[in-house]
């Protein structure tokens, strides 16, 4: 069984349009993240999700939510894409303040 | 400001040679250490963590990782390289339970192994 699965691993769209990524995890993990992976390499927080305490990045623009139906899951909702948003988007989950584990990422590509 | 910074950007050591990946943190107090890798298209795997206790930690693979306080350092080796370990490597903090619960990593090691 995957502990973190993130759906759909690729993604390719068009600018202007609307897109959610999906995550799941079942480790029982109370807390969950959403990490943006630019081309460089480097990892941000985009935002952490703990028992329904959000924390937001204010560098991400609010075109990004997150969305936690419950503690398993936690949802990336993205409006308007830009090219500028293309990257490989990784959800993660840990038990408060232990190591993270994380998904196989989702590849997007804004065309 | 607080940050985690991985001074070597790309590393490149023969295969059976040792290697020693650096990490230095800037933080109020003892944070929570862990070090990552990421191979080609693949998701972050924990290849070892700190959180309090014997200042040397053992992880998987081989890998191992000295936590030094005086210099605010966490740096990861190994004693013999495998052509398999190239990757990326990622040192990550938590602030401890002072803090939130982000989870930083720093900018990343890219180790090429040359047969």
């Known amino acids: 069984d995957t502990a973190v699965s993130q759906t759909p691993k690729y993604l390719v769209t068009q600018m202007g349009n609307d897109k959610s990524i999906k995550c799941e995890q079942n480790?029982?993990?109370?807390?969950m993240y959403w990490y943006k992976q630019d081309s460089k390499k480097f990892l941000k927080i985009m935002f952490s999700?703990?028992?329904?305490?959000?924390?937001i990045n204010e560098t991400v623009p609010n075109r990004f939510s997150p969305k936690s139906p419950d503690k398993a899951h936690l949802n990336l909702h993205i409006n308007s894409l830009e090219l500028g948003d293309s990257a490989v988007y990784f959800c993660?989950?840990?038990?408060?303040?232990?190591?993270?584990?994380f998904g196989q990422g989702t590849r997007l590509t804004v065309v | 400001a607080q940050s985690v910074t991985q001074p070597d950007i790309h590393i490149t050591v023969s295969e059976g040679a040792s290697l020693e990946l650096r990490c230095n943190y800037s933080?109020?107090?003892?944070?929570?250490l862990f070090w990552y890798v990421q191979s080609p298209g693949q998701g972050l795997q924990l290849l070892l963590k700190?959180?309090?206790?014997?200042?040397l930690v053992q992880g998987i693979k081989g890998f191992e990782a000295e936590f030094k306080r005086s210099q605010s350092s966490f740096n990861l080796r190994k004693p013999s390289v495998h052509w398999s370990d190239a990757a990326e490597y990622f040192c990550?903090?938590?602030?401890?339970?002072?803090?939130?619960?982000?989870?930083?990593f720093g900018k990343g090691t890219k180790l090429s192994v040359i047969p």
């Open positions: 993660a989950s840990s038990l408060s303040y232990t190591e993270a584990f």
């Open positions: 480790l029982g993990h109370d807390t």
């Open positions: 999700y703990n028992n329904k305490e959000l924390i």
């Open positions: 933080y109020g107090a003892t944070p929570y």
């Open positions: 700190y959180f309090s206790g014997d200042t």
């Open positions: 990550a903090v938590v602030p401890g339970r002072a803090g939130s619960y982000q989870l930083t």
